[in-house]
């Protein structure tokens, strides 16, 4: 059993920056691929970034290559999404999620076993 805890989400302007975390507060995310989603009103679900177990392995949605960057630290059980040049399309609820049978990444949200409550990122124009 694995519970997840985001944080880092609010307001800011477009252009700028938050660092998003996703901290297991039990069990260990060490030995399992983890993703980001996101969700904005009236859409689905959507992909943002994933990381294997080992951290060998990082893959991004286009919408976000170049300025998303997804990294995971086992010492402190956490994942984190470092989001820089952000936009007002970027503006949705963003989910973390742990992927407990694939050592590789997946942008299938259904693969997902685990996931955090979320947390709001709103970017003003």
């Known amino acids: 059993q694995v519970q997840l805890v985001e944080s880092g989400g609010g307001l800011v302007q477009a252009g700028g920056s938050l660092r998003l975390s996703c901290t297991a507060s039990t069990g260990t995310i060490n030995y399992y691929a983890m993703g980001w989603f996101r969700q904005a009103p009236g859409k689905e679900r959507e992909f943002v970034a994933a990381?294997?177990?080992?951290?060998?392995?990082?893959e991004y949605a286009e919408s976000v290559k170049g300025r998303f960057t997804i990294s995971k630290e086992n010492a402190k059980n956490t994942v984190y999404l470092q989001m820089n040049s952000l936009k007002p399309d970027d503006t949705a609820v963003y989910y973390c999620g742990a992927d407990t049978k694939n050592y590789a990444v997946s942008s299938n949200w259904s693969l997902y076993d685990y996931w955090g409550q979320g947390t709001q990122v709103t970017v003003s124009s």
């Open positions: 990381i294997s177990w080992n951290r060998a392995v990082t």
